[in-house]
C-alpha cells in the first residue's frame, strides 16, 4: 500500500466517530473500504498509528490557523453576510445571502463511482434539460448527482464534485463559487449548467448561466470552440480529435506533455483566427486548471498515473463515467492544482502570453511574465480569476451589488487562499464598463453519444 493511501485511511479512522475496524469486522462497509483496512491492518499498526497522530496533529494546526484568520476577518468586518471558515467548514452566511446554502465537506477515498446504490444510473438528459460546456457538470447531471434537469446550487455542485471526482473541498467550493458568480442567482445559490435559464431567479439582476462568455467560460477551451466563431458551449469532435492524435505522440496519455502542446496550438490558433481573442487573468486560471484536471481527475483512481483513452473519453464522448471507474483516493487541492499549472506552463513550447487581440493582427499584452511560475503563484492565478475582475464581463446584477458580492467572496472563498500571500485578495470595484448583460448559451442539444449530437 502506498503510504498516501495510508493517510488517507489514517485520516478516515481518525475523523470517523465509529470504530473503522469494527464495521470492516462486521462486513458493514463496501467491499473496497473493508479491504483497504485488512490491508492496511496487515502492513502494521504500528504505521498507521504514527501516520494517525501525524495527520490529526496537522489537522489541528490547520484548525487552529483557520480559527486564527476567522477572527482577523470579523475584527476587520470582512464577513458582514457571515461565512468564513472553522474546522475546515464554512459557516452559514446571513442577511441578503442567509438562503445560500453552504457546500460541506465529504468523506475521501477510494470509492466506485456512480457505484451500484441504485440512484445513480445514466440517463440521457430530457429536452428540458440543459447542459453545458463542463464535461463533468454534464457527467454528474446525467447521473443525477446534480439536478439532472442542470439547473444545481453552489453547495450541490461543490459537494458532487468531491463525491464525484474526489476533488478537495477548497477546490470544490472556488469551482462553484466561480460558477455562481458567473451566471447564478448569489441570494439562493442556483445556477444553470449551460445558458440563461428562467428556471434560475434573478434577485440581483439577470442570471445569465455558466457559460456566460468572458468569466468563467473563456477562450481557448478544449473541446468548445472561442465564443466568437459560434456556440461556445457545444461539444466539437474536430477539437477533440485533434487532442486525440496529439496524445498518440505521448503514448496515448491525456496528460502533462499532450496539454503543453495542445496549449500552445490552441493560443495561436486563436490569437491568428479570432479578432476578440482575450486571454486575461481568467483565461489564464481556466484554460491551465481545466486541463490539469483533466489528468487529475479522470484517470481510474486504481491506476491516477493513466490517462489514457479509456479512463478520458466516456467523460467529453458520452458526457457520462467510465465502466469500473473509482474516483481519486486523495482530495484534489488548490495548492496541488497551482504546482501542476506551473508545470503545465514550464512545459509548454513557447510562452502564451496573456493579453488580447483588438482586431486581428493587433494583439495588446497584458504585461504578465508567464516564464517562471512558482506553485504558489500558480494557485494565486485562481484567486485573481475571482477576485480579479475584468471590466467588460461581469453581469450587471454583479456590478450594482458589488458589497453583495465581495461579502460572498470573503465568507467563502478568500479562507482558502490565506495561506498563499496573493497579491489580489479583494473584490476589486467595477469599472465603468462592467455591465456585461449577454446571456450564456446552453448546448444545442442535450444528448451526446459518442461525440455526436443527436
Ligand atoms: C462546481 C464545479 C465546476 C464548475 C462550476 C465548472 C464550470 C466549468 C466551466 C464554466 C467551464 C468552461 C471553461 C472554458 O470556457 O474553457 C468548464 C470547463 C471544464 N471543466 Fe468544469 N466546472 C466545475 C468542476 C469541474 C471539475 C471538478 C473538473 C474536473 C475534471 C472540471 C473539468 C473541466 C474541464 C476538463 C473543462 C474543459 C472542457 C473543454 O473545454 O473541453 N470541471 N467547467
Ligand atoms: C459511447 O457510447 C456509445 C453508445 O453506447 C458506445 O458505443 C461508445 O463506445 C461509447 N464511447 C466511449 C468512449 O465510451
Ligand atoms: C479501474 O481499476 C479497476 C481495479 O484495477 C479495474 O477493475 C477497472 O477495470 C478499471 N477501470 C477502468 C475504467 O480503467
Same mark, same amino acid.
Given at each position: 500500500?502506498?503510504?498516501?493511501?495510508?493517510?488517507?485511511?489514517?485520516?478516515?479512522?481518525?475523523?470517523?466517530?465509529?470504530?473503522?475496524?469494527?464495521?470492516?469486522?462486521?462486513?458493514?462497509?463496501?467491499? =473496497?473500504?473493508?479491504?483497504?483496512?485488512?490491508?492496511?491492518?496487515?502492513? +502494521?499498526?504500528?504505521?498507521?498509528?504514527?501516520?494517525?497522530?501525524?495527520?490529526?496533529?496537522?489537522?489541528?494546526?490547520?484548525?487552529?490557523?483557520?480559527?486564527?484568520?476567522?477572527?482577523?476577518?470579523?475584527?476587520?468586518?470582512?464577513?458582514?453576510?457571515?461565512?468564513?471558515?472553522?474546522?475546515?467548514?464554512?459557516?452559514?452566511? $446571513?442577511?441578503?445571502?442567509?438562503?445560500?446554502?453552504?457546500?460541506?465537506?465529504?468523506?475521501?477515498?477510494?470509492?466506485?463511482?456512480?457505484?451500484?446504490?441504485?440512484?445513480?444510473?445514466?440517463?440521457?438528459?430530457? =429536452?428540458?434539460?440543459?447542459?453545458?460546456?463542463?464535461?463533468?457538470?454534464?457527467?454528474?447531471?446525467?447521473?443525477?448527482?446534480?439536478?439532472?434537469?442542470?439547473?444545481?446550487?453552489?453547495?450541490?455542485?461543490?459537494?458532487?464534485?468531491?463525491?464525484?471526482?474526489?476533488?478537495?473541498?477548497?477546490?470544490?467550493?472556488?469551482?462553484?463559487?466561480?460558477?455562481?458568480?458567473?451566471?447564478?442567482?448569489?441570494?439562493?445559490?442556483?445556477?444553470?449548467?449551460?445558458?440563461?435559464?428562467?428556471?434560475?431567479?434573478?434577485?440581483?439582476?439577470?442570471?445569465?448561466?455558466?457559460?456566460?462568455?468572458?468569466?468563467?467560460?473563456?477562450?481557448?477551451?478544449?473541446?468548445?470552440?472561442?465564443?466568437?466563431?459560434?456556440?461556445?458551449?457545444?461539444?466539437?469532435?474536430?477539437?477533440?480529435?485533434?487532442?486525440?492524435?496529439?496524445?498518440?505522440?505521448?503514448? +496515448?496519455?491525456?496528460?502533462?506533455?499532450?496539454?503543453?502542446?495542445?496549449?500552445?496550438?490552441?493560443?495561436?490558433?486563436?490569437?491568428?483566427?479570432?479578432?476578440?481573442?482575450?486571454?486575461?487573468?481568467?483565461?489564464?486560471?481556466?484554460?491551465?486548471?481545466?486541463?490539469?484536471?483533466?489528468?487529475?481527475?479522470?484517470?481510474?483512481?486504481?491506476?491516477?498515473?493513466?490517462?489514457?483513452?479509456?479512463?478520458?473519453?466516456?467523460?467529453?464522448?458520452?458526457?457520462?463515467?467510465?465502466?469500473?471507474?473509482?474516483?481519486?483516493?486523495?482530495?484534489?487541492?488548490?495548492?496541488?492544482?497551482?504546482?501542476?499549472?506551473?508545470?503545465?506552463?514550464?512545459?509548454? $513550447?513557447?510562452?502564451?502570453?496573456?493579453?488580447?487581440?483588438?482586431?486581428?493582427?493587433?494583439?495588446?499584452?497584458?504585461?504578465?511574465?508567464?516564464?517562471?511560475?512558482?506553485?504558489?503563484?500558480?494557485?494565486?492565478?485562481?484567486?485573481?480569476?475571482?477576485?480579479?475582475? =475584468?471590466?467588460?464581463?461581469?453581469?450587471?446584477?454583479?456590478?450594482?451589488?458589488?458589497?453583495?458580492?465581495?461579502?460572498?467572496?470573503?465568507?467563502?472563498?478568500?479562507?482558502?487562499?490565506?495561506?498563499?500571500?496573493?497579491?489580489?485578495?479583494?473584490?476589486?470595484?467595477?469599472?465603468? $464598463?462592467?455591465?456585461?448583460? =449577454?446571456?450564456?448559451?446552453?448546448?444545442?442539444?442535450?444528448?451526446?453519444?459518442?461525440?455526436?449530437?443527436?
Amino acid at each position: 500500500m502506498k503510504p498516501l493511501m495510508l493517510l488517507s485511511l489514517a485520516a478516515a479512522i481518525a475523523a470517523s466517530p465509529c470504530p473503522y475496524g469494527q464495521l470492516a469486522e462486521r462486513g458493514a462497509l463496501p467491499k =473496497t473500504e473493508a479491504d483497504k483496512f485488512f490491508a492496511a491492518r496487515a502492513e +502494521g499498526e504500528a504505521a498507521i498509528e504514527k501516520q494517525m497522530l501525524k495527520a490529526r496533529e496537522e489537522k489541528r494546526a490547520e484548525h487552529a490557523a483557520q480559527e486564527a484568520y476567522y477572527k482577523r476577518q470579523l475584527n476587520l468586518g470582512d464577513l458582514p453576510l457571515g461565512g468564513g471558515l472553522l474546522g475546515g467548514v464554512l459557516q452559514p452566511f $446571513s442577511g441578503v445571502l442567509k438562503g445560500l446554502g453552504v457546500p460541506t465537506p465529504q468523506p475521501f477515498g477510494l470509492k466506485e463511482i456512480p457505484g451500484d446504490d441504485g440512484l445513480h444510473p445514466f440517463q440521457f438528459p430530457k =429536452t428540458t434539460d440543459v447542459r453545458g460546456m463542463c464535461p463533468t457538470l454534464n457527467t454528474m447531471a446525467n447521473h443525477g448527482f446534480i439536478s439532472r434537469t442542470g439547473i444545481t446550487t453552489f453547495a450541490e455542485a461543490a459537494n458532487a464534485c468531491q463525491i464525484t471526482l474526489g476533488f478537495g473541498y477548497d477546490t470544490c467550493v472556488f469551482l462553484s463559487a466561480l460558477g455562481l458568480l458567473a451566471g447564478g442567482d448569489l441570494p439562493s445559490g442556483k445556477y444553470s449548467i449551460g445558458g440563461a435559464d428562467a428556471r434560475v431567479p434573478n434577485t440581483l439582476g439577470p442570471s445569465l448561466g455558466i457559460s456566460k462568455h468572458g468569466f468563467f467560460e473563456v477562450d481557448n477551451s478544449i473541446s468548445r470552440q472561442d465564443q466568437n466563431f459560434g456556440n461556445q458551449a457545444d461539444f466539437r469532435l474536430d477539437r477533440w480529435n485533434r487532442l486525440v492524435d496529439i496524445t498518440k505522440k505521448y503514448n +496515448g496519455q491525456f496528460g502533462n506533455s499532450a496539454f503543453a502542446e495542445e496549449r500552445v496550438t490552441v493560443y495561436k490558433e486563436a490569437k491568428n483566427a479570432n479578432p476578440k481573442f482575450t486571454a486575461g487573468i481568467r483565461w489564464l486560471g481556466v484554460t491551465t486548471a481545466e486541463r490539469v484536471f483533466v489528468f487529475r481527475a479522470l484517470p481510474n483512481g486504481t491506476d491516477p498515473g493513466n490517462a489514457n483513452f479509456r479512463n478520458i473519453a466516456p467523460f467529453f464522448l458520452n458526457e457520462t463515467f467510465p465502466e469500473e471507474w473509482f474516483r481519486r483516493a486523495t482530495p484534489y487541492t488548490l495548492a496541488a492544482t497551482g504546482a501542476d499549472i506551473a508545470n503545465l506552463l514550464a512545459s509548454s $513550447s513557447e510562452i502564451t502570453n496573456p493579453g488580447q487581440n483588438q482586431g486581428l493582427g493587433n494583439f495588446v499584452p497584458l504585461g504578465l511574465d508567464l516564464g517562471n511560475v512558482s506553485p504558489t503563484t500558480a494557485t494565486c492565478f485562481l484567486a485573481s480569476a475571482i477576485f480579479d475582475n =475584468t471590466p467588460g464581463f461581469l453581469a450587471p446584477g454583479l456590478v450594482t451589488n458589488y458589497a453583495t458580492v465581495q461579502a460572498f467572496l470573503n465568507g467563502a472563498v478568500k479562507p482558502f487562499f490565506a495561506t498563499y500571500n496573493c497579491p489580489v485578495l479583494d473584490f476589486a470595484k467595477p469599472g465603468p $464598463s462592467a455591465g456585461d448583460a =449577454t446571456p450564456g448559451v446552453s448546448a444545442h442539444s442535450n444528448i451526446l453519444i459518442n461525440g455526436v449530437y443527436q
